[in-house]
């Protein structure tokens, strides 16, 4: 990707991430959600673990690259999640990462890791609405996929 291109996707992300800020904007959107997690994760070439935390209205509150790991694998710790949330005083969540290799098929790891995140949160009475996957052009969505 060259500068130019880099530029035009960050400006695309300062608008989305914009929008989905707004008052009235809240979590109405999906297609706005999906354009914004496959700007801020598709071209990453290593794994980065990306959480959206939301309101009671599901009104985003802040959207955050909480993890960074390799090309295959990012050490991802649901206390942390849950200490964000914690502090940002979010009902909801969608958490997000991607795949560079550029399939978006959730990996074995991926549904475990998805269970834990939302048995600790439940405790904490905080909602995992969805765990997206992003692959090269490609999204799945745990919630849409049965596996949430």
């Not at 700007?39 to 939301?54: G, P, Y």
């Not at 009475?125 to 052009?137: P, Q, S």
């Not at 799945?140 to 949430?148: P, V």
Request: proline share 4%.
């Amino acid at each position: 990707m060259n500068q130019q291109e880099l530029a035009t996707v960050h400006a695309a992300l300062a608008i989305l991430d914009n929008h989905l800020k707004q008052p009235a904007a809240a979590i109405d959107s999906p297609a706005s959600v999906r354009a914004y997690l496959r700007l801020a994760l598709e071209t990453e070439d290593r794994e980065v673990f990306l959480v959206m935390f939301l309101d009671t209205q599901l009104g985003v509150i802040a959207s955050e690259p909480m993890f960074y790991g390799t090309i295959n694998q990012a050490s991802v710790y649901p206390r942390e999640v849950a200490r964000r949330a914690l502090l940002l005083n979010a009902t909801a969540l969608i958490v997000a990462h991607n795949h560079p290799s550029g399939n978006a098929t959730p990996s074995e790891a991926d549904k475990r890791l998805t269970a834990l995140l939302k048995a600790a949160l439940n405790l904490l009475d905080i909602r995992l609405l969805d765990h997206f996957v992003i692959g090269a052009g490609r999204m799945t969505s745990f919630n849409e996929a049965g596996l949430l």
